[in-house]
């Protein structure tokens, strides 16, 4: 059992940057960032595989968006630039089992609770 603890949202204006977080509590494989926007379903935004050397992203995502990790300290980034209204959401990082990225939230065994990012315009 992995638990995942998000942090680092907040409420920024258009075109702010911020810097997710994500902690696990032990090793982890691939991970991937997903956002829930009010009333949407929930969304792929961004994955890494247990190495960092591949990366994927949602269309929204690429170009603003880097996600990256730091196996030493079992935490998972997203850092987000020129961030837009249409971004507010809540953020949720997520671990898979496996060591390949996938888009797919049934990949993934372990979600965290989630960090609010709200972008005013």
Same mark, same amino acid.
């Given at each position: 059992?992995?638990?995942?603890?998000? #942090?680092?949202? !907040?409420? =920024?204006?258009?075109?702010?940057?911020?810097?997710?977080?994500?902690a696990?509590?032990?090793?982890?494989?691939a991970m991937?960032?997903?956002?829930? $926007?009010? !009333?949407?379903?929930?969304?792929f935004?961004? !994955? &890494?595989?247990? #190495?960092g050397?591949?990366?994927? %992203?949602?269309d929204? $995502?690429?170009?603003?968006?880097? &996600?990256?990790?730091? @196996?030493?300290? %079992?935490? =998972?980034?997203l850092?987000? @630039?020129?961030?837009?209204p249409?971004?507010?959401?809540?953020? %949720?990082? /997520?671990? #898979?089992?496996?060591?390949?990225i #996938?888009?797919a939230? @049934?990949?993934? /065994? %372990?979600?965290?609770?989630?960090?609010? =990012?709200? =972008?005013?315009?």
């Open positions: 059992q992995v638990q995942l603890v998000e #942090s680092g949202g !907040g409420l =920024v204006q258009t075109g702010d940057s911020l810097r997710l977080s994500c696990a509590s032990g090793r982890t494989l991937g960032w997903f956002r829930q $926007a009010p !009333g949407k379903e929930r969304e935004v961004a !994955g &890494i595989s247990w #190495s050397g591949n990366t994927d %992203y949602a929204s $995502a690429k170009g603003r968006f880097t &996600i990256s990790r730091d @196996n030493a300290k %079992y935490t =998972v980034y850092q987000m @630039n020129s961030l837009k249409e971004d507010t959401a809540v953020y %949720y990082c /997520a671990a #898979s089992r496996l060591t390949t #996938s888009q939230m @049934n990949f993934y /065994a %372990y979600w965290g609770q989630g960090t609010q =990012v709200t =972008v005013s315009s």
